[in-house]
């Protein structure tokens, strides 16, 4: 009897022991990890990425490879045609102002381009029903749907200014952002979207895009000014038309700056005033500080000052990202509730087998297994 009463536990406990291990592809509950994806890969707006998501550009970027090659081409044929010239007859300083030059235009046009111009991330789904449950409730309107207005208001330096309601990032823009419709995002303090460059021009990327024309309009007159002196030193010597025969890089750059000094010279001075003043080139255009408009409407985030203004938007520290690209998505989805067959269970299990092989009377935990009903 005591023989029989012994070995009873013991197949009890290699039972228990076996169905704890034992598993079969339909008990198994967890499915294979799918790869994490970036927030990048699921951006919701129109735009590329690059360098696993470390270049952010707009999808349209023609123009900006034209941009590109204007200068390469134009800088590449100065610095190989008229530059050991002009260091022979007149100073080694201007191919090494011009590299200079050279160097700082495309590191502030790279900047520019590749960089996340102020982007708003969109509200998510619970963010968007939350917001526009508030606004039923401010609104008085408890049962039905009713779309949220537009606008609102707040006050900035004793300035009214409204918010305006974007239905496609289902948030109140902040103020001075607007929505760019070719790339499809909110941007922060939005100036406008530059096809030059590839990119929007906002809060993050508005002052190496300034520096951009500022240094293009630099070099585009460095060349200019230096390739009419190029030409009229060689026509001293052999005639003008031998040295169009015999320099035809140099007509080809002569022209191309004559044409383009005007506009980004032009651009340089209108974002100066626009710099001075604190304004954006989407609030000049829509006059929304115009005196026109009331005696007092004034522009709230003006500082007084012009040098103020400029230190403001050029020597400022620069805000960080919003939108975390290279991050990764989080999954919505909640994880499966392990089934109590013993194999996800193997810790509780084991203890019991554990107690089962001892002679202990397991205790059983009913924490879990209550009903609605007892409640």
Known sequence: MLHLRVAEPMRECEYSQISTRSSTPMETPY???????RKWQAFPGRNKFYCNGRIMMARQTGVFYLTLVLILVTSGLFFAFDCPFLSLQLTPAIPVI???????????????????????PRATPDEAADLERQIDVANGSSSGYRPPPRTREVVINGQTVKLKYCFTCKIFRPPRASHCSLCDNCVERFDHH???????????????????ILSLSCLTIFIFAFVITHVILRSHRYGFLNTLKDSPASVLEVVVCFFSVWSIVGLSGFHTYLISSNQTTNEDIKGSWSSKRGKGNYNPYSYGNIFTNCCAALCGPLPPSLIDRRGFVQSDTPHPIPPTNGTTMYGSTQSQSHMMCSGEEPVQDLSCCHTPAAE
Not at 194 to 212: A, D, E, L, S, T
């Open 194 to 212: 530059c096809p030059w460059v590839g990119n929007c021009v906002g809060k993050r990327n508005y002052r190496f895009f300034y520096m951009f």
């Open 98 to 120: 011009g590299g200079v030059l050279f160097v700082f235009v495309l590191g502030t046009l790279f900047r520019t381009s590749f960089s996340d111009p102020g982007v708003l």
């Open 31 to 37: 499915k294979k990890r799918t790869p994490k994806r």
